[in-house]
């Protein structure tokens, strides 16, 4: 039991292909412990059927990246609540959460500056050419583009202020003003008028595809497009073609297309995606992230609190 005698011992189960650092998980069995809960840890599993397996019986369930799909839902019987530790939650099934009243959750921000710092990490690598040998550009003095202005849009534009940029951002809403920012309400003008542009929105069904070719192809000479959001967001079929007509155009992305071989045969240095989604892979990020999942079950079953809830 907990120390208040009405809250029960709960199993929080921690479901991670690409585990935590290990002083995150340390964090986390601290919050989770110490609220009374008991911890229980499935790392590195390479099969379905031991994640099936292992959320049998458990009460909260906290990922990463993790597939939890209609059948990881139905096969955890006594699970009321999943954490995905991260801001995008198109990894966790809602509709199956919400049919079996699991509440799912993300953790918004904790990985923000981990991933803006990406975003400019990949701009400046971009704009020297991969780091070979031959004439670059400046970041200073350049204009970026910002699709989506959120936690993550919002660190991007203060850091591209900081190195001399001008930055448009597509918004309705300014979330904070700043007199090198500017706003747009067309993606068109995004597009064709900045050197970069940012992509940093949610994979939905409204957003899928929605970078196609049509907004590509307006980008102005040497344009460059940088997406740390998820690949399914760019249209791949109206990348390769805008590609192939603008040998000019660049692509930089932390989640590699689906024909991505295909394409950088192709294009060459024309495009660039990590070997491995890069984004929150840092020590801070990490441990941020995995210590909000905890906190926010433990309150969850201490108050009811679903303030982060995404299947609302």
């Known amino acids: 039991m907990t120390g208040d005698l009405n809250i029960p011992v709960m199993k929080v189960l ?72 991260g801001a995008g939650y198109d990894n966790i099934d809602l509709k199956a959460c919400t049919e079996h009243g ?3 959750e993300n953790t918004p ?30 970041l200073s003095g350049k204009r970026l583009g910002i699709q989506g202005f959120g936690n993550i849009g919002q660190l991007v534009a203060k850091k591209a202020v ?11 809403e300014i979330k904070e003003k700043h007199q090198r920012w500017k706003a747009t309400f067309s993606l068109e003008h995004l597009y064709s008028s900045c050197d970069f542009v940012s992509v940093n929105i949610p994979a939905t069904p409204f957003t899928k595809g929605c970078v196609n070719y049509n907004l590509i192809s307006k980008m102005p000479k040497g344009g460059c497009l940088i997406n740390t959001a998820r690949k399914e967001v760019v249209c791949e ?38 070997p491995k989604k890069m984004g929150a892979e ?10 909000a999942a905890a906190n926010q079950i433990v309150a969850f079953f201490e108050t009811g609190c679903t303030r982060f809830q995404v299947n609302k």
């Open 14 to 85: 921690v479901a991670t292909e690409k585990p935590f650092a290990a002083s995150a998980v340390q964090g986390i069995r601290d919050i989770v412990e110490g609220a009374g809960h008991e911890l229980a840890l499935l790392e590195k599993y390479t099969e379905k059927e031991q994640l099936l397996a292992a959320v049998a019986d458990a009460d909260a369930l906290i990922v990463r990246s993790d597939k939890v799909t209609a059948e990881v839902i139905e096969a955890a019987k006594q699970l009321k609540v999943v954490v995905r530790a």
């Open 109 to 138: 921000g904790q990985n923000s500056n981990a991933v803006a710092e990406l975003a400019i990490a990949m701009m400046l690598y971009m704009s020297r050419n991969q780091f070979t040998p031959g004439t670059g550009c400046e």
């Open 162 to 172: 900081a190195l001399g940029m001008d930055v448009v951002i597509y918004t309705n």
């Open 237 to 274: 079929e109206g990348l390769d073609k805008a590609l192939a007509e603008r040998p000019d155009l660049k692509y930089a992305t932390d989640i590699a297309p689906a024909t991505y071989a295909e394409l950088k045969e192709k294009y060459g240095k024309q495009i660039y995606a990590t």
């Open 102 to 104: 699991i509440v799912a």
């Open 282 to 291: 840092t020590a801070e990020a990490n441990m941020n992230a995995g210590l």
